[in-house]
């Protein structure tokens, strides 16, 4: 009977064999992680910048017709609000300049992305731990510039 067991091969992975793997899909995981929320975030400006832009048109539209961007103290247009971001707009100079803001809120709560009447552009965006900001361009990922 000892004879039986002895002879018989033992088939599946040892404690140290999983552990290993444990480990390794751990490292992997905490270097994915940060890339992708990276990535998740990246995802939501466009529809930030491409609000500012289409608002801009608005306001400029309305200019036109009535040679003011200011309606009663207020934006000739209307600003809305898009996924993640709140777009503000405030007249100045008596309705003959403009300034857009689009302001992140829950995860993109550190990006704040501008334009203006001239079509100068600003932004402050937050990845991971470095925060950025730009005075002459909307900036899209970590690490970029204009």
């Not at 608002?55 to 309606?71: F, L, S, V």
């Not at 934006?75 to 300034?99: I, K, R």
Request: aromatic residues 10%; positive net charge.
């Amino acid at each position: 009977m000892r004879q039986v067991f002895r002879d018989c091969q033992q088939a599946g992975f040892t404690l140290i064999e999983l552990m290993i793997t444990v480990a390794i899909v751990g490292i992997l995981a905490a270097v994915a992680y940060p890339s992708y929320t990276d990535y998740v975030k990246r995802a939501q400006i466009p529809q930030a910048t491409g609000e500012l832009s289409q608002m801009r048109n608005r306001m400029e539209r309305y200019y036109q017709d009535n040679r003011t961007y200011a309606n009663g103290g207020a934006c000739g247009a209307v600003p809305s609000t898009v996924d993640h971001f709140v777009v503000a707009c405030a007249t100045n100079n008596g309705g003959q300049s403009y300034l857009i803001t689009a302001t992140g809120n829950g995860p993109m709560a550190s990006f704040v992305y501008t334009i203006d009447q001239n079509n100068a552009k600003t932004s402050q965006t937050k990845f991971g731990s470095t925060t950025q900001t730009s005075a002459t361009c909307w900036l899209t990922k970590a690490g970029s510039s204009c």
